[in-house]
C-alpha cells in the first residue's frame, strides 16, 4: 500500500516536472516570437514613411551627395531585411545604434533615464499590491453589506478615471493649495539626493497607482468570494477560526495568484501609464524622453525605445507566467 | 431595474451623452471656438454655465463638441473592432488546425504589444489625428475580440447541435448564422461596450498627450492639457472635461457588467 503511494507520488512529480518544463517552453518561444514579430513591425512602420530616414534627417532641400552620404551612413542601401537583421542583431547585443539627429548613444540613453521610471513603476506595483489585496478582501467579507457595495463602487469609478486626469487633480490639491509636494520636475543630481528624488516620485505614484488598485481590488475582491464558500474555508472556520484569521490562513495565498496574474497582463498599462505620468509631472524618464522624440520625429531614437519598451514588458508577463506556473499547477495545463 | 442596477445606470448614463453629442451638432450654447479674451477664465455664470477657458471660449459649450469627437470615435473603433475582431475569431475557428495554431500566436502577439506605445508609432508616422489614433486602438481591442470570440466559437464548435447541423449536411455559412452567431451574441454586446470604454480613455489619453485629435478640433484631452497650464489661476476648468471623460467611461463599463448579468444565466443563479 504504501509502496503503491510511494510510486505514485513520484510519478505525478517527473509528470508535473516535464509539465513545467514544456510549459516554460512554449512561454519562451512566444517570449522571443512576440520579440521579433513586435521589433519588426515597428521597424517596417518607420521605414514607411514618406521619403526615407536620410530625407526626414536632412529635409526636403537637401542636396543628393549630402543624401547618399548619409544613407551609406546609416546603412539605407541594404535591403530592408537586411537592415532588419543586422538592427536586430545590434538589438540582442545591448547596441540599439545612434540617435539621428543628436547622434547620441540611445541604448545609453535608456538606461540614463531608466532610473526615473524603474522607481516610478516599482513604488506603483508595490502601492497597488499592498492597498488592492486588503481592500479587495474587506469589500469581499463585506459582501452584499453596505460598506463592501460601497467598496466596490469606488472601484468601478476608479476604473473609469482617466490616469492623467488623477495627476492633475493630485497637484492641484497638494502642490497648488498646501504646497507639501512638488508639482512636478525631478531632481538634476539625480538618486544622490535621494529624499528629494522620492519626494519628487510620490504624487506620480499615487496616480499612477490609483488605477491599478481599482482594477485589481476587483479581482482580489471576487478571488476572496470564490475562497469564501470553499469547502476548506468551512473547515477553517468549524477549528474556532474567525472569518478574518480563516481568510489570512487560507485566503490571501489563493487570492494572491490571480492579483498576481492581473498584475502581470497589466504591466503593459503600467509602462504606458508611466508614460502619461512622466508627462503630466514633467519627469524625466523614458515616456518623456519618446514623447520628445515623437515630435521631433528622431526616428532611429524612438525605433530603439518602443523596442526596448516593449522587449521589457514581453520580458516581464513571460517571468510572471513563469512564476505562475511556479505556484499553480493549473495554469500549466491550459491550451 | 431593481434587479439590474448596472444595466439601468449604464443605459442612463450612456443615453445622457449621447444626447449631448446629437446636442452638439444642432445647438451649442456659444460658437466651441470663438475667442474672447475679454472674458479669459471667467467663474461659471449664467451666462457661461461653465465659465470660460484662458482664450475665453465657453466650457459648456467645448464640453458639449469635445462629447461629439469622443462618441464618433468611440463608435468607429467599436464598428472597426467588432467587424474585424469577430471575422477574424471565427475564421480562426473554422480553418485547419495549424491555421488556428498560427491565428492564436499572432493574435497572442498583437494583444501583448501595448497600444498606447504602438498608437505612439503611427503619430510619429503619420502626425497626429483622431484617425490614426481610432486605427491603433482598434486593432488592439479587436485582437482582445477576436481571441475571446475564437475560444467562444471553438466550444459551439464542439456542441451537439452543430453535430446535429453538419449531420443535415448544412454549409459552413449556415451553421455560423443559425448555430454561431446567435450564441455568440450576448458576449458580442458586451465586448462592444467594453471596446467604447477602453476607446474613450485612450482617446482621451493620446489627445492630452497631443498625439490624437488635433487643434482646433475640441477634444476632453485636449482641454485638460490646455487647463492644466492654468492651474493655479483657476484649477476648476480642469475638472469639467474629467468628470466628463469619467461619467461617459463608468456609463459604457456600467452598461457591459448590466448586460452581462442580464444575458449570462450561469451568473444569474450563482449571485441570487
Avoid at chain 1, 503630466?280 to 523614458?286: D, E, H, R, S, T
Avoid at chain 2, 500566436?105 to 508609432?121: E, G, K, M, Q, T
Wanted: with cysteine.
Amino acid at each position: 500500500m504504501l509502496e503503491t503511494h510511494t510510486r505514485l507520488r513520484q510519478l505525478r512529480k517527473t509528470d508535473s516536472l516535464q509539465n513545467l518544463i514544456w510549459y516554460l517552453a512554449r512561454r519562451f518561444t512566444l517570449f522571443v516570437g512576440s520579440l521579433v514579430a513586435a521589433s519588426a513591425l515597428v521597424f517596417l512602420l518607420l521605414r514607411m514613411l514618406p521619403g526615407d530616414l536620410a530625407q526626414a534627417k536632412l529635409g526636403i532641400e537637401a542636396s543628393p551627395e549630402a543624401l547618399a552620404q548619409t544613407r551609406t551612413e546609416f546603412g539605407l542601401n541594404d535591403s530592408l531585411i537586411l537592415q532588419f537583421v543586422k538592427w536586430l542583431g545590434n538589438a540582442l547585443s545591448g547596441d540599439l545604434g545612434v540617435s539621428m539627429l543628436t547622434g547620441a548613444n540611445i541604448a545609453q540613453e535608456i538606461v540614463n533615464k531608466a532610473t526615473v521610471t524603474l522607481p516610478l513603476i516599482g513604488l506603483a506595483s508595490v502601492l497597488a499590491l499592498v492597498f488592492a489585496i486588503p481592500l479587495g478582501m474587506y469589500s469581499a467579507l463585506n459582501f452584499r453589506r453596505r460598506k463592501g457595495i460601497g467598496i466596490a463602487a469606488i472601484s468601478q469609478l476608479g476604473i473609469a478615471i482617466p490616469t492623467f486626469w488623477v495627476g492633475v487633480i493630485l497637484v492641484t490639491i497638494f502642490s497648488v493649495k498646501f504646497q507639501i509636494l512638488p508639482s512636478g520636475g525631478f531632481p538634476d543630481a539625480g538618486w544622490s539626493s535621494w529624499s528629494g528624488c522620492l519626494e519628487s516620485l510620490v504624487l506620480p505614484a499615487i496616480t499612477l497607482a490609483l488605477g491599478q488598485i481599482a482594477m485589481l481590488m476587483r479581482f482580489a475582491r471576487s478571488a476572496t468570494i470564490e475562497v469564501l464558500q470553499q469547502d476548506y474555508f468551512r473547515t477553517a472556520r468549524s477549528t474556532g477560526l474567525t472569518r478574518g484569521q480563516a481568510l489570512r490562513v487560507h485566503g490571501v495565498r489563493n487570492s494572491l495568484v490571480p492579483v498576481v496574474s492581473v498584475l502581470g497582463m497589466q504591466i503593459a498599462t503600467l509602462i504606458v501609464g508611466a508614460i502619461i505620468v512622466e508627462h503630466v509631472f514633467a519627469l524625466p524618464g523614458i515616456g518623456q524622453m519618446l514623447l520628445q522624440d515623437v515630435s521631433i520625429r528622431d526616428y532611429t531614437k524612438v525605433q530603439g525605445t518602443v523596442a526596448a519598451t516593449t522587449a521589457a514588458v514581453f520580458f516581464v508577463s513571460f517571468l510572471i507566467d513563469a512564476l505562475l506556473g511556479f505556484l499553480n499547477p493549473k495554469s500549466r495545463a491550459s491550451q | 431595474m431593481n434587479r439590474n442596477r448596472n444595466l439601468f445606470f449604464g443605459i442612463c448614463l450612456v443615453a445622457f451623452s449621447s444626447t449631448m453629442a446629437l446636442l452638439s451638432v444642432l445647438w451649442t450654447p456659444y460658437d466651441p471656438l470663438e475667442i474672447n479674451p475679454d472674458i479669459s477664465l471667467a467663474k461659471p455664470s449664467w451666462s457661461h454655465l461653465l465659465g470660460t477657458d484662458v482664450l475665453g471660449r465657453d466650457v459648456f459649450s467645448n464640453l458639449l463638441a469635445g462629447s461629439r469627437t469622443t462618441l464618433i470615435t468611440a463608435f468607429l473603433v467599436v464598428m472597426i473592432t467588432m467587424s474585424l475582431g469577430v471575422t477574424t475569431g471565427i475564421g480562426a475557428a473554422l480553418s485547419p488546425r495549424w491555421f488556428n495554431r498560427t491565428a492564436i500566436y499572432s493574435i497572442d502577439i498583437v494583444l501583448a504589444l501595448p497600444a498606447v506605445l504602438f498608437a505612439i508609432v503611427l503619430a510619429a508616422i503619420r502626425g497626429p489625428s483622431t484617425f490614426t489614433a481610432v486605427i491603433a486602438i482598434s486593432i488592439a481591442t479587436a485582437a482582445a475580440v477576436a481571441q475571446v470570440t475564437r475560444r467562444e466559437v471553438n466550444v459551439l464548435l464542439n456542441s451537439d447541435y452543430v453535430l446535429a447541423a453538419r449531420a443535415c449536411n448544412s454549409n459552413r455559412l449556415r451553421i455560423v448564422r443559425r448555430h454561431i452567431l446567435p450564441n455568440i451574441r450576448a458576449s458580442l454586446f458586451i465586448q462592444a461596450s467594453g471596446a467604447a470604454s477602453i476607446a474613450i480613455l485612450a482617446e482621451s489619453t493620446l489627445s492630452y498627450l497631443g498625439l490624437g485629435t488635433t487643434p482646433p478640433a475640441p477634444s476632453w484631452g485636449r482641454m485638460l492639457a490646455s487647463s492644466q497650464q492654468y492651474l493655479i489661476i483657476d484649477p476648476i476648468v480642469a475638472l469639467w472635461p474629467g468628470l466628463a471623460i469619467i461619467f461617459t467611461v463608468l456609463g459604457f463599463n456600467l452598461l457591459g457588467d448590466g448586460l452581462r448579468e442580464a444575458l449570462d444565466p450561469t451568473l444569474r443563479k450563482s449571485k441570487s
